[in-house]
């Protein structure tokens, strides 16, 4: 059975300015080198008018996964993770992810969006969603091991989201 990956984050920047970012080459590898692990790259970045796709590659090493991880992946791993964005409308942005991990039986998939909020001045301007699902094909640890697939990629989006405001806050 798959767990649920549910992620809202609001920020002070417009979508297409927050898109921008998201979809920069520069961004995208400074963010691998601040947050991304170990052996980080920046595999693919694929833009044709509005659509944008690219792939990353971030490993973790095994003494930082919980025992019940390293007996399932033997050692470190590396995730490889995939993402496509295009612009729905004006001020809004629709995106898929899915991510695999080489030599463990999970996947990652979900759909993305950010979309310019109607708010009050002074408050958020933009809002960033992520649902998804972690699957992990384990008999009897698979759902212990979705659970921690799911906090971990919670952390990893909350440290993207700071990163993010950071980069708009340098790059404006």
Sequence with gaps: ???????????????????????????????????????????EHVATGEDVRFQVRQGVRAESLPPIARTVVGGDLMIDRSESWRCAEEGHYTGEIAAEIAGAPCSITGSMWLRDLAEPAGAAVSEFVVDGSVRVNVPFVGGKLEEF??????????????YTSDWLARHS
């Excluded at 990956?5 to 961004?27: F, G, K, N, Q």
């Excluded at 971990?152 to 989006?157: D, G, T």
């Design 1 to 43: 059975m798959a767990r649920r990956i549910e992620h809202r984050s609001t920020s002070e920047w417009p979508a297409s300015r927050v898109y921008e970012a998201l979809v920069d080459v520069d961004y995208l590898k400074n963010r691998l080198n601040e947050i991304g692990g170990t052996k980080t790259e920046l595999v």
């Design 149 to 162: 697939v799911c906090e971990q990629i919670q952390q990893l989006l909350a440290a993207e989201e700071r």
